[in-house]
């Protein structure tokens, strides 16, 4: 029998360790039985905090959490059925998982994919802005989940927002329609997303409670309702390149060059996908790498030289906290659509 250490999983709305509660593994009525486990022992240097930080949608992601210990707990909707992932990074170049629920199996499977393992970074040289960087964060990599939809519906509400606005939105739908996590994160409140007919079958007025407007709430019901096509994506890139997995993704009326990005980014481990479009992005590449604000048209000159590699350049950037140019004038307001 495995026995597994104190999941230090924080409660759902508040994202602190609460010692009060029962810990679930202790309680054989809650632990969800018997976790599967795997290790993979990498050949180069992999850190899985930084590999999947982008995977969660804010701080109170109820499918993502990352404990005081520096545990990663990960939900997933997979063809097998929903499961649980505690991963626990077990040396520089190690992790074991333990997987709890029907998708078990298959999660564990995936795990090379999650953990950046298909991802080659060999020839790619950083910007010397960002060598430092590039250093001190040798074991990122670009996740490459495989599940569209899941990446596809929170950045679907994400387009045209403030992200805490669209990770509010995310929350509230996974409450109302998510499905409880598997083994013990269920039982400290986490949840897996809805499959793609509980997405296409979202009425209007829940859309509208949770902030969403209506222009975003079809997209994402149109997306649902061809999702078995989109998870054809990471197929699709391995055969075709890409550019033919962005042009699938795009297909669907609502789906832009951002959107197509940011779900390649996550879904299909896509490491030259730059968010085209990004309210903050083109202005802090330009800033970071000339001292001067850019547009999108500037922003794609700049990182021309480091494809394939472009996006894994924005991740750097992100890391090293150069992203952010000084900020002048007011803040933009939160807009609240259930108020429209």
């Keep these: 029998m495995t026995v597994l250490p104190s999941t230090g999983l924080p409660p759902a709305e508040h994202g602190i360790d609460d010692r009060s509660r029962p810990d679930p593994v202790d309680d054989p ?27 969660a949608r804010g701080p109170y992601d109820p499918t993502f959490r990352r404990t005081p210990g520096g545990d990663v707990w990960r939900t997933s909707r997979l063809p097998s059925g929903p499961a649980t992932c505690r991963l626990v990074q077990a040396g520089p170049q190690d992790v074991v998982a333990h997987a709890w629920g ?13 953990l950046g393992e298909h991802d080659d970074d060999a ?14 964060a040798h074991g990122l990599r670009i996740p490459r989940t495989g599940r569209v939809l899941e990446s596809l519906v929170p950045a679907v ?9 669209a990770w509010r939105s995310w929350g509230w739908l996974l409450r ?3 499905e409880r996590a598997p083994g013990p994160a269920g039982e400290a ?26 222009a975003r709430a079809r997209t994402v019901g149109a997306a649902a309702r061809v999702a078995r096509r989109l998870e054809e994506c990471p197929a699709v890139l391995d055969a075709h390149g890409a550019p033919a997995a962005h042009a699938r993704l ?7 060059v951002w959107t197509a990005a940011e779900v390649a980014q996550r879904a299909l481990g896509d490491a030259d996908a730059v968010s085209v479009g990004d309210f903050h992005l083109a202005k802090a590449v330009g800033w970071a790498l000339t001292g001067e604000r850019a547009d999108d048209e ?37 807009q609240d659509h259930r108020r429209n």
């Design 123 to 136: 020839g790619f040289v950083p910007p010397p802005q960002l060598r430092d960087a590039h250093r001190r």
């Design 176 to 178: 109302r329609y998510g």
């Design 298 to 334: 500037r922003m794609l000159e700049l990182l021309a030289p480091y494809a394939p590699h472009r996006y894994r350049v924005v991740r750097l950037l992100e890391i090293s906290g150069r992203a952010r140019p000084p900020a002048r004038g007011p803040r933009l307001s939160i």
């Design 102 to 114: 029907p998708g078990a199996e298959e999660a564990l499977d995936g795990l090379p994919h999650l």
């Design 189 to 214: 409140g986490m949840l897996v997303v809805p499959d793609a007919a509980t997405w296409a079958g979202v009425p209007s007025w829940d859309w509208h409670r949770a902030g969403v407007d209506p």
């Design 250 to 256: 795009q297909l669907v009326p609502g789906i832009g």
């Design 29 to 55: 009525e809650v632990g969800g039985g018997e976790p599967r486990a795997r290790r993979l022992a990498s050949r180069r240097p992999l850190d899985l905090h930084l590999t999947l930080a982008r995977l």
């Design 157 to 165: 509400l994400e387009q045209r927002v403030q992200s805490v606005a």
